[in-house]
Each structure stands twice: as structure tokens, then as C-alpha cells.
């Protein structure tokens, strides 16, 4: 079967929110990053390993969104990797609150969003394309 007629409908919508999420992942992390003072200040108590790991997995979200668009087995096991990087950066950040660490709220809704899409993502797509034979 031509895996481009198997794909389903959702994945090209998804593969290409990721894409762009993964997309604005960079150029925000990286204006926080490497943006100068100015930038620093507006990122205000960003805890710097949440930064990190958000900029850093940017690549990866593009990554496994253009795998899932293609619809290829490794964009299903990459996505199932992000989620599981996010679950760990978010159990470590909640520590990192919980032990009276500064931190900003919109980090607890965008770490937020970033995992429940990511696991909504890997759950899906390995339920369609995960056991599909090679």
C-alpha cells in the first residue's frame, strides 16, 4: 500500500502544526538565549534548563513533524521521544518550584501545552503508524 494513501487526514495538519511550533520554539528560545540584555529581562525568572531543553527540542519538533508528514515510523518514535523528554523537563521544573525556585507562569502553561500535545501526537500516531509492518 502507498504510504501517502494510508497516511490519514489529521497527520498533514499536525505534521505541519509542529513544524511551526517547533519553528517559533527557536526563534523565541533563541531570542531569550542569545537576544542580549534587553531579551534576558523580558524572559524574566525563565528557569535556564527549561530554556535549554525548550530551544534545543525546537529542532526536534520540526524533525519529527516532517517525518510524521512523510509519514514515516521514526516521526511516530521521535514524537514518543518529545513527550518523554517534556514529561522529564516538566516532573524537574515541578521540583524546582516546589523547592522554592523562581519561575514564571507562562512557563507552566506553555510546558503544558508542549507536553500534552506531544503526547497527544506520539499516542496517535503510534496507534496508526507505530505497528504498522515496515
Same mark, same amino acid.
Given at each position: 500500500?502507498?504510504?501517502?494513501?494510508?497516511?490519514?487526514?489529521?497527520v498533514a495538519f499536525v505534521a505541519v502544526i509542529a513544524v511551526?511550533?517547533?519553528?517559533?520554539?527557536?526563534?523565541?528560545?533563541?531570542?531569550?538565549?542569545?537576544g542580549g540584555d534587553e531579551a534576558r529581562a523580558a524572559a524574566?525568572?525563565?528557569?535556564?534548563?527549561?530554556?535549554?531543553?525548550?530551544?534545543?527540542?525546537?529542532? &526536534?519538533?520540526? /524533525?519529527?513533524? #516532517? @517525518? *510524521?508528514?512523510?509519514?514515516?515510523?521514526?516521526? %511516530? =518514535? &521521535?514524537?514518543? /521521544?518529545?513527550? #518523554? @523528554? *517534556?514529561?522529564?523537563?516538566?516532573?524537574?521544573? %515541578? =521540583?524546582?518550584?516546589?523547592?522554592?525556585?523562581?519561575?514564571?507562569?507562562?512557563?507552566?502553561?506553555?510546558?503544558?501545552?508542549?507536553?500534552?500535545?506531544?503526547?497527544?501526537?506520539?499516542?496517535?500516531?503510534?496507534?496508526?503508524?507505530?505497528r504498522r509492518p515496515a
Amino acid at each position: 500500500m502507498n504510504n501517502k494513501t494510508s497516511r490519514p487526514r489529521w497527520v498533514a495538519f499536525v505534521a505541519v502544526i509542529a513544524v511551526a511550533f517547533g519553528a517559533l520554539t527557536l526563534f523565541a528560545g533563541g531570542k531569550a538565549l542569545f537576544g542580549g540584555d534587553e531579551a534576558r529581562a523580558a524572559a524574566g525568572n525563565a528557569v535556564p534548563f527549561v530554556l535549554w531543553f525548550n530551544f534545543l527540542s525546537g529542532f &526536534l519538533y520540526i /524533525l519529527a513533524g #516532517i @517525518g *510524521l508528514f512523510l509519514w514515516q515510523r521514526w516521526g %511516530a =518514535w &521521535l514524537a514518543a /521521544l518529545i513527550a #518523554i @523528554g *517534556l514529561v522529564v523537563t516538566f516532573a524537574l521544573f %515541578a =521540583w524546582h518550584v516546589a523547592m522554592g525556585g523562581a519561575y514564571e507562569m507562562r512557563t507552566v502553561a506553555a510546558m503544558g501545552v508542549r507536553t500534552a500535545f506531544w503526547l497527544a501526537v506520539a499516542y496517535f500516531a503510534h496507534r496508526r503508524l507505530g505497528r504498522r509492518p515496515a
